[in-house]
């Protein structure tokens, strides 16, 4: 059974005040990069794995995407996605990204945003992503950097004043599942190492064409004091990958 946390009413309703969800794209502290690492999207097809709320799908079509498809396999996220979007040339499908079938050389781009670490094989998503990727077709995506999921507990050391002392990492080779905790619930993660998702991208038969692990952006230093911390570990992993021709 995939997991679904977010059509639970408590958990879906958390997820709903982030800020990443009240503001959407601005509301990402790693958006400022992973879109510089986002190709040219006019008149090109794209694909979003594990689109949520839509925010992609739809800075797609600001860009002049020629067709966007979104896939999640959660209904409430559809359900905002579908409420946020008046744009026939976006189409939302409801499934596991690890049910994904698309044709052959379908799309130019593919996204994804903070899913993969919720997905036990990693490797073959990556195959078919290449698969349905056009020769040339570029693969971007991000998911919560491997120091940060390493453990169960996915927090800070603090001392007895509740002070954040450092950011801890234990069982880092040992890959697999994670439970933690995110918002109101517990949830289930796939730890990889940094290794293991570099080289599944490139054992699929894509090029590697950048990597960062991004740092909040000025603007939000400035204005969210917490997010100083932020530069104290790194937090997301984001690739862009390309199909050779």
Known sequence: MKQNK?????FFSSYEQMPRSV????????????????????????????????????FARTEHASSVVGVDISEKMLQKACEKTDDPLISYLKMPIEDIDFSDSQFDVVLSSL????????????????????????????VEHPIFTSRNEQDWYVDDQGRRLHWPVDNYQL?????TSFLTE??????????????????????????????????????IPEMKDENRRPMFLIVSAEKEK
Do not use: Q
């Open 6 to 10: 977010y059509d639970n009413e408590n």
């Open 186 to 223: 517990d949830v289930v993660k796939y730890h990889s190492t940094f290794a293991t998702y570099i080289n599944d991208v490139i054992n699929a038969g894509f090029s590697i064409k950048a990597v960062r692990e991004p740092m909040p952006s000025e603007d939000m230093l400035k204005n």
């Open 115 to 142: 899913a993969f670490h919720y997905i036990r094989s990693f490797d073959a998503i990556c195959k078919k992503v290449f698969d349905c990727l056009k020769p040339g077709g570029a693969f971007v995506f991000s």
């Open 175 to 179: 890959e697999g599942l994670r439970e």
């Open 23 to 58: 503001k959407g794209l601005e509301g990402a502290g790693e958006w400022h990069v992973l879109k510089a690492l986002i190709p040219e999207l006019r008149n090109k097809s794209v694909l979003d794995l594990g689109c949520g709320f839509g925010w992609h799908c739809r």
